[in-house]
């Protein structure tokens, strides 16, 4: 029973995470993994030059660790890995990645799937679309409100 | 007679540096006050401040510790204040 | 929108071709993967020597490639991968891999979870954990029935 | 008179070779007959699988294809018994 959280600083690679995971792996029958990757456009279509995310002291890794705490207890997974970037992202590179095991699939489905929700509404990060002309800060939608509040019942 | 006031250095997370800057000086009462007090200062103080805060969805953190409204904070604190937070 | 399939008779690293996967993206945002692996002991404790997929012919790569069309035609994701072992399988080696990209998390959450249960459920193979004293068919459960079935409606 | 019969390869898959054999050699009419008939004319000639035939959960695959029980056999066709499959 582990759960492994870490803040990048730098670019990581998802594969080599999903790698060391699956090496780690106990015997467990199934893992999923979900990786989020900046994009090259906002929603209106204009082009994207950077995604910056902010991040706050001990705090934010501490909320990262306390999704991750949740999902292992309210989840029959035996490890998860969450990954998380903080600062200038480029198109194209991976800012959270996630892996669950377990000996069910259902329960690796649904703690990730879990995690990425909490993630996204309430992990310590104000995150901003930047381009040659503007600078957008994006707040959780009202769908990544409405997917975190699957878990509530 | 007026009551003495220190100053307390606040960080400002998110957009909301991009209203009020960086870091932003409040005065307040030498013996502290609540953090609704706090953001009443705040909007007081630095009036571009004061929309965002009655919005009701900027948080206080107080020696990194999310903290509820009547949690209290003194001169030499760690404070800051979050807007809604978005990861992934 | 593409989808590849793959029926594997050799082991293959997850790792390996979720960096392909990611490598090959044109600007999603999320990649969602589930790699299933071989159990080194059966549900009774019993320890296992290995996993034995039988396949038949054309049939089993078609059964794959419907389920993959299906999860393209259903889903809102852009491209999917699908890889499943033939053959001897040996305790923790991969069986199965999937990965799906899309814009959205859910739609590459939901669309890696149907591809996974409609395997489990439909694709042609017929398996057995073979231990040096005896042999068991494993037929889906009917907990793998019940989560096929959530797609039906 | 009895009408001319020719022999049908059937090819078992997963457990049901573990009862009847990788193949089994199968007498059928010679101008071939429906899925359901074979299913009863193997059951006949190799009663070790009139059982797992009559469960329901056997289908034919002919010629790469799986077919209802109406589809027609012929001597020639690449036939296989399928029983309940799974992957993952």
New interface residues.
């Given amino acids: 029973m582990s759960a492994e959280v870490t803040l990048a600083t730098k670019e990581f690679d998802p594969a080599e995470l999903l790698g060391a995971f699956t090496h780690g792996l106990g015997g467990e029958g199934a893992v999923v993994s979900f990786t989020g990757h900046a994009r090259g456009a906002a929603k209106d279509g204009a082009a994207i030059e950077a995604l910056v995310l902010e991040s706050y002291r001990g705090v934010t890794l501490a909320s990262m660790k306390a999704i991750a705490a949740d999902a292992m207890a309210r989840f029959d997974i035996s490890r998860c890995r969450v990954v998380h970037r903080t600062g200038r992202i480029a198109p194209g590179e991976a800012i959270v990645f996630v892996a669950t095991a377990s000996a069910h699939r259902r329960a690796a489905f649904e703690a990730a799937d879990f995690i990425m929700d909490r993630l996204k509404t309430e992990a310590v990060f104000w995150k901003r679309e930047e381009s040659p002309d503007r600078k957008r800060w994006i707040e959780p939608t009202s769908g990544d409100h409405a997917d975190a509040q699957r878990w509530q019942e | 007679m007026e009551e003495t006031r220190v100053m307390l250095e606040i960080?400002l997370?998110?957009?909301l540096a991009?209203v009020g800057g960086a870091l932003a000086q409040i005065a307040i009462p030498e013996n502290g006050c609540s953090v609704a007090e706090l953001f009443g200062l705040i909007a007081q103080q630095h009036p571009a401040l004061a929309h965002p805060l009655v919005s009701g969805r900027v948080r206080a953190?107080v020696n990194?510790?999310?903290v509820t409204p009547d949690a209290r904070v003194m001169a030499g604190d760690e404070v800051?204040l979050?807007?809604?937070?978005?990861?992934?």
Avoid: H, N
């Avoid at chain 2, 979050?82 to 992934?88: L, N, Q, R």
């Fill in positions: 960080e997370c998110g957009r991009d953190c990194e510790t999310i800051a979050f807007p809604p937070v978005s990861g992934g």
